[in-house]
DNA sequence: CAGAGTTGTCAACGACTGTTGACGCGTTCC
DNA sequence: GGAACGCGTCAACAGTCGTTGACAACTCTG
């Protein structure tokens, strides 16, 4: 019998893929082990390569959940309430340390996937960025933008700053709305 | 006899000390196996245990090298030059990639290193930075400042976003001071 | 010269990695 | 009933990792 949609018991696939998603995003690929997903998963290690083929394909597997880049390029107007927005809220709701950003900033180092996540960035980012954007040194401007939503994401969770982390939504609001207008502003006057 | 302190033929123990300061911090610690610095450094694996005591050691070795934070946070009226400078001529002006802010991107994602970098960046380079800036929320500017710095880093180096990677330094620079002025600027008016 | 101390070479260890294939159990289909 | 198939369990593989200790070659000291 097929699982078809209904949610009741999750099947092994999805949570090989939960936990994949849980450990990948948050500690990056090479620092997990098939092995540890297995653990947290409840399941055998070798069902790895029988679902997604390798461990390669589970880390891509979590990266097709991702909703389409667009979605996080909304409309042209709003691109700076967006952009906080979607730092706020980015993908999954759920654990809040398993966002985008983060996954993106910690997968970048990686020495495999590393190539990988900087076209996922350049192609699904940046360019339809900065094309949202239009205007004088649009690309310049996407990529400040992008500078300083993934810096003080780097700030936040990963050096964890005193003055950053753990502060009320509001005030963080206020820090990333505040840098990422000047960066928008880039090149006008 | 003791090697003093001429320069003519490199030690093996420095030999070691600069392939480990190549490799771990573009790469980051734990994407570096001590036999891919050995063979950097034409040295043998194991003088690695005999002359650092192991991996971590090494890795410290390359981390007592960087001159004293003070230096990247200079005088209290020219910060935002001097953090641009810094930026720009981080502390080993040997190979482009090897320097401070770069080794502190790479390895603050390490599960075995990133607790270390964190409370360098904090204690060794935003807590001082706050207090040479002084005024009104001074701990939340310094935070936003580093934010700017490493977010730039991190797309020009990391990431290698089109718009900022590659571009002559003097565009490279109003960008950086573009972003680092408006974060230094955060809670006036 | 004999001895001590330093320095480099080499093989091996236990632990961990991703991946594979054999095997047993249960359900489904003819 | 028997065959086919999906699904999970287990043991084992080849490879890499950091680390260790034995051994040889060398320099300096007495």
Redesign the pocket.
């Known amino acids: ?2 699982n078809g949609d209904m949610d009741q018991s999750p ?3 999805d949570k090989l893929l939960t936990a994949a998603r849980e450990l990948f995003w948050t500690r990056g690929y090479s620092n ?5 997903i297995a653990k947290s998963a409840g ?9 997604f ?4 394909g589970l880390f891509e597997a979590t990266l097709a959940e991702i909703p389409t880049w667009e979605a996080l390029v909304v409309d042209p107007d709003g691109v700076l309430a967006a952009a906080v927005a979607s730092f706020a809220h980015p993908c999954d709701p759920g654990t809040d340390e398993t966002n985008v950003f983060t996954m993106l900033l910690t997968n970048i180092i990686d020495p495999e996937m590393g190539g990988k996540i900087r076209c996922m960035v350049q192609r699904g980012l940046a360019d339809p960025l900065a094309r949202k954007l239009g205007g004088n040194r649009a690309e310049e401007r996407a990529a400040l933008l992008l500078a300083a939503l993934f810096g003080m994401a780097l700030m936040r969770k990963n050096f964890r700053l005193d003055a950053l982390a753990n502060k009320p939504q509001a005030e963080t609001d206020a820090q990333i709305r505040h840098l990422a207008a000047a960066a928008l502003e880039y090149g006008d006057v």
Chains 1, 2 share one sequence.
């Open positions: 019998m097929l099947s092994t696939r997990v082990s098939l092995r540890d399941v055998d290690v070798a069902l790895v390569s029988r679902y083929g390798g461990k390669q």
